[in-house]
DNA sequence: AAATAACCGAGACGGTACGTCCCGTCTTCGC
DNA sequence: GCGAAGACGGGACGTACCGTCTCGGTTATTT
């Protein structure tokens, strides 16, 4: 398999490509030319441009530390909007939004990617959100969860709505007054 | 512009392929020859396979009767029960699928076919089922709208989970007791 | 088929490309790039490098006028010197050397570029040849013609031996008297 | 210098390839991996197909008993004739041909390659036969044995014409007139 | 017998060329 | 005079070999 020094060199070539010129410039021939290695080195170890750039994603976040880091302050409102607001930056960061789109275009299409993409990284940051949840014990933690997560999501992909703050003030305030209403009733709650 | 049957062909075309081949296999080439149409006259009128896609994905919804049917009989849970196995039903249909996901991919990478997207398809759909919970006296519909759309879409577009009848019923009460609590108090509701 | 000036092109590249660097550097992708030609464009009308070649060498032959000049002044050993000094000429000529090797070379793996090289060049520079022992009423035209021809080839093929004047003299000398004594007895010859 | 038992494997499985697969399938990758064999350990004593090509025939030539027999029952047609055939038949063998060709081939391309093929091939073989002629007290028995080697070349490698029996004799009496007629006049002949 | 070197298999690597597909433009020719 | 048919320059695809280059794991001495 790639040697460790081709894998960060492809992997650095993808993202500044993907970032400075957009999806569609994301070519094997050009990843190979940037990173300075052959286009059979590529082949060797990805099948595709979707599988380096995922593949570099998840490079990236594992040397960011890795998980998720969902805050617990005790006040879930004020959680919440943190993650959200955290999210949303990421999201539109424009560092990372071509790139994170491309990925999510290349999942429509390629159904391994897309196993690999939930396993990966869908699951393990939805889990910590899920976790945050249940610690306020909530009730169906991972579907009030969904529900937090979907919205933003929906507005990124379909462009449905631009991101504002009081929408994400007002979102939160409705997933809180849910999730107290689907909390299990009769036990101590640890936060109100 | 394109003579009306040039268009049809050229719809039926893309569509064809689109769903016999998949997404890759959508090509200028490959539409001008299965529609018997030279590919000047696709570029007359198309600037890609994005805008012939969701040209036709339009004429298609035109011809079906154009805007979607959002149920309306009296009864909010029934109705968006409906609604939401409706929308679960079009986006899983084998023959739509691909298809489906092909311009969501797109979507992804370019700005104006997103705008055209949302503009004749996503606006409209979605004022309709707006408009189903103002109906029912719910407070910031818009965004109870958003929150009963937005995790089947997420679902779909992310793969995170699959669809199932209980969790469609689960998501349909959480909604509903969510858009009581937020209907605007003092005023006799239609429904209850 | 390919527009004339394409082919005008095409031509020149190869044969330049074959003068100066050699039968190896000879590539589809060096002579679409010397002529400034797609790819695509060298496939639609030739299948390998060797076509091409041909072709070029073919197209040069007509545009010289086509037909091998044999020499018929009425004195035979003089004209069959005069012959084969102009072949050696031609074979060892440092401008077409590597060319015509090149094309040898690649009769010997392709059975149908080796028919074409047969019936366009061999065959009508060879009739020439055997039709100037003819009129010396030679008999086995055919066959003598050969043995005057292939002791030619095969010192440039296998580099067996180097060409010099006293061995062509020897040669000539050698053939004219086989061709006497086969020349048909009894009738009066045009030459002596 | 390579191990005996290594250039035996690659002599084989240079030889298997070139037979079943023909020229173009030769390749220093495919026979390293026929011969199971590492490509360094190819590179170590060759430079080229070509090479391996020669040195493979050239030990298969030596193990066969080293130099081509020439026939010398002292009657000069018969010997000619038979020497002819196994030449003839030799060439055509469908076991050989396309390794001869190859190797010829590469002769067009590689003048080292020419000259060891020249030396260790051709020579020897050509010597025997001007030995025989020299045994018959023909004059210039170089010249003469050239003539009769090289119509069979010609026809083989420029396949010209076709081999028959009625060419061999004819070609083979039209030789021994020519030899008859050059042989040292006074001396007593061995031969008739 | 253990140490030491030479050799070899395996195969990653930067490259070049292959032959194909499709892009978007431009030209030709028939209805 | 419009439009199908398709040639054209171009770019990327995925594959096959090239020749070079480490790697370990034998072999075969050499001590």
Redesign the interface.
């Given at each position: 398999m790639a040697r460790e020094s081709t894998r960060s060199k492809v992997h650095a070539a993808v993202l500044s490509l993907a970032h400075e010129s957009?999806?569609?410039a994301v070519t094997m021939e050009g990843i190979a030319a940037r990173a300075g290695v052959s286009k059979q080195t590529l082949y060797r170890s990805w099948d595709s441009t979707g599988s380096i750039l995922f593949d570099a994603l998840l490079a990236r976040s594992v040397d960011a530390g890795g998980e998720v880091a969902v805050p617990d302050s005790g006040d879930l409102s004020n959680d919440l909007r943190a993650l959200a607001t955290g999210m949303i930056a990421e999201l539109t960061d424009p560092a990372h939004e071509r790139l994170l789109?491309?990925v999510?275009?290349?999942?429509?299409?390629d159904d391994g990617l897309?196993d690999r993409?939930?396993e990966l990284l869908?699951v393990p940051q939805?889990s910590a959100i899920v976790d945050r949840f249940r610690r306020a014990d909530v009730a169906?933690p991972d579907?009030v969860a969904?529900?937090f997560?979907?919205?933003i999501?929906?507005?990124w992909?379909?462009?449905?709505?631009p991101f504002c703050e009081a929408?994400v003030t007002?979102?939160v305030e409705?997933i809180v007054?849910?999730a107290e209403?689907?909390a299990t009733p009769g036990l101590p709650r640890r936060e109100g």
């Open positions: 957009g999806l569609g789109r491309a999510t275009a290349e999942l429509q299409a897309a993409f939930r869908l939805q169906a579907d969904e529900l997560v979907a919205p999501f929906h507005r992909l379909l462009r449905s709505r929408w007002a979102h409705r007054r849910l209403h689907a």
